[in-house]
């Protein structure tokens, strides 16, 4: 599976995933135009990683704002991340937000109360 790797844009966020080290990282702003374009790529990823072998999936995510439909996608990857962790699939989510961006913490915290699987809210340092 190839990785991907997706350049900011000033309504999109950036996108990494590392195969082999089961990691996908979201970082920025996410209000884009398509959100299907932005994001089946990603629920790909995902999906045919969950799919092969056992390796745990970490999301580390550093996202600052998100629109309706944004929202929307994050929930449908949580969707297949819960239901891997129901599989018995190792998987987690790490939230990183600005300690003076309390809403994007509250936001994390609503995600969070719909998954069982680990799932980190974490101010960033610095």
Known sequence: MQDLTIA???????IRTDFAAGRLELRGDSYPENTYELF????LWVKHYLASGEQALRLD???LYLNTSSVKAMMDIF???ESAHRKG???SVYWFYDPQNERVAEMAEEF??????P????PQAG
């Open 8 to 14: 900011p844009t000033q309504s999109t966020p950036a």
């Open 40 to 43: 089946e790529p990603l629920f």
């Open 61 to 63: 995510l550093y996202l």
């Open 79 to 81: 969707d297949l991340l």
């Open 89 to 91: 699939r190792g998987v």
């Open 112 to 117: 969070k109360e719909d998954c069982s699987f």
């Open 119 to 122: 799932f980190l809210i974490e």
